[in-house]
């Protein structure tokens, strides 16, 4: 059975001192499935997520988010917001970190990864996380957080919720049938690629 991807906050600093003075690790695994990177090395990946956030805007190259992919106790990919500057409303941070993870790794999926985002990722992000089989995901800033600074995604949420019909954004089936073609070819499809 697949394990689904779990979402965590990022430890806030009152979590840390009191962990530091009862020598417990926060969000420490218990299940040993996961790498024993301590909460000392999760600091340091989300600190770099969070440089990268910033950086990203001091440089003047997109929104204020940044986000690393960790395998094996190594960043493996970082990625930065870049829509403004590509012109792309899809180069989030994370599905950018995601884009290249996978390019560096020569796959499509992202098993066995953790991935470091310095705000919670939004609807899009989070599909991407899910489509990318990552192991889990840490945040630092939260929805409300990213809310207050101009980047609402609460209503995106409400939307998914909704009926196609019902969306601000109408969408219309049409030409039902025919588009079953296409999943008759995949099932007759012997060297197909499953994922
Ligand atoms: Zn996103």
Not at 34 to 53: C, D, G, H, K, W
Not at 82 to 106: Q, W, Y
């Amino acid at each position: 059975m697949r394990r689904r991807a779990e979402i965590l906050r990022s430890d806030s600093p009152a979590e840390y001192c009191a962990s530091a003075e009862s020598g417990r690790q926060p969000n420490r695994s218990d299940d040993g499935a996961f790498p024993p990177y301590t909460f000392a090395v999760r600091n340091r990946f989300m600190e770099r997520a969070i440089q990268l956030s910033v950086d990203n805007v001091v440089q003047g190259r997109g929104g204020p988010f940044g986000a690393v992919i960790v395998r094996a106790h190594e960043i493996i990919a970082e990625g930065a917001n870049s829509v403004t500057m590509r012109n792309d409303p899809t180069a989030h941070a994370e599905v950018t970190a995601i884009r290249e993870a996978c390019s560096k790794l020569g796959t499509f999926e992202l098993r066995g990864c953790e991935l470091y985002s310095s705000c919670e990722p939004c609807p899009m992000c989070l599909g991407a996380i899910y489509w990318a089989h990552l192991d889990r995901v840490y945040f630092a800033g939260n929805a409300l957080d990213a809310s207050q600074a101009g980047f609402s995604d609460a209503f995106i949420y409400r939307e998914i919720s909704r009926p196609p019909s019902a969306r601000s954004i109408p969408m219309v089936q049409m030409m039902h049938s025919e588009a079953l073609e296409a999943f008759r070819v995949w099932e007759k499809q012997p060297n197909k690629i499953t994922y």
